[in-house]
Nanobody
Framework: QLRLVESGGGLVQPGGSLTISCTTSKYTLRDYSIGWFRQAPGKGREGVSSVSSSGDLTTYPPPARGRFAISRDDAKSTVYLQMSSLKPDDTGVYYC?????????????????WGQGSQVTVSS
């Protein structure tokens, strides 16, 4: 069973930056596509970024383009989400998800493995 662990969440001021990480200790993420999802209070999970297993294809929804950047370091079995120009609307629990597939997707149903989430709060 692939176990994903997110880290790096916290409190950041509007306009600030934060990088969160997703890693696994027992298995390599090399053959998995990875997605990052955000769940705000009272709302469903929305995809904010995905990366293919090769790392060649990344996807972002319009609100995240130009502000979020996903990257992967397969040697460390870690995927990063760099977030900048953060807004209060970016507040939520951020989850990483993995699927044994080539291409990533922003659909939550496309992933079979999920982490426990990391809280990101954007507030002054």
């Amino acid at each position: 069973q692939l176990r994903l662990v997110e880290s790096g969440g916290g409190l950041v001021q509007p306009g600030g930056s934060l990088t969160i990480s997703c890693t696994t200790s027992k298995y390599t993420l090399r053959d998995y596509s990875i997605g990052w999802f955000r769940q705000a209070p009272g709302k469903g999970r929305e995809g904010v970024s995905s990366v293919s297993s090769s790392g060649d294809l990344t996807t972002y929804p319009p609100p995240a383009r130009g502000r979020f950047a996903i990257s992967r370091d397969d040697a460390k079995s870690t995927v990063y989400l760099q977030m900048s120009s953060l807004k209060p609307d970016d507040t939520g629990v951020y989850y990483c998800a993995a699927d044994w597939s080539d291409s990533g997707t922003l659909r939550a149903g496309g992933y079979g493995h999920w982490g426990q989430g990391s809280q990101v709060t954007v507030s002054s």
